[in-house]
């Protein structure tokens, strides 16, 4: 019985892990989208004001695969492939 709460425990502190391995990356895209968004209003008022300028305008910084890896789109998840070990 100790053993099997030990595997228990073990199991539940690595997902553990791996969810706030997921939770830093979701704040990092998350942090990138505010900066692009506070960003959006002036481009806009930039871009109404002088369309014939819209080729000198700078690109807005994409969001880097770094920041927001695709492997954390919950669309991506593939389902756990482990299961609690036996009591």
């Known amino acids: 019985l100790q053993t099997g709460i030990h595997e228990v425990v073990t199991f539940i502190r690595n997902d553990q892990a791996i969810f706030v391995q997921r939770l830093v990356s979701v704040e990092k895209c998350l942090t990138q989208l505010q900066v692009q968004l506070s960003q959006l209003p002036a481009?806009?008022?930039?871009?109404?004001?002088?369309?014939?300028?819209?080729?000198?305008?700078?690109?807005?910084?994409?969001?880097?695969?770094?920041?927001?890896?695709?492997?954390?789109?919950?669309?991506?998840?593939?389902a756990p492939t482990r299961s609690l070990p036996n009591l």
Do not use: K, V, Y
């Open 43 to 78: 481009t806009l008022t930039e871009l109404l004001q002088s369309p014939n300028r819209i080729t000198e305008t700078q690109p807005a910084q994409e969001i880097s695969d770094d920041d927001c890896p695709s492997s954390f789109n919950p669309a991506n998840q593939s």
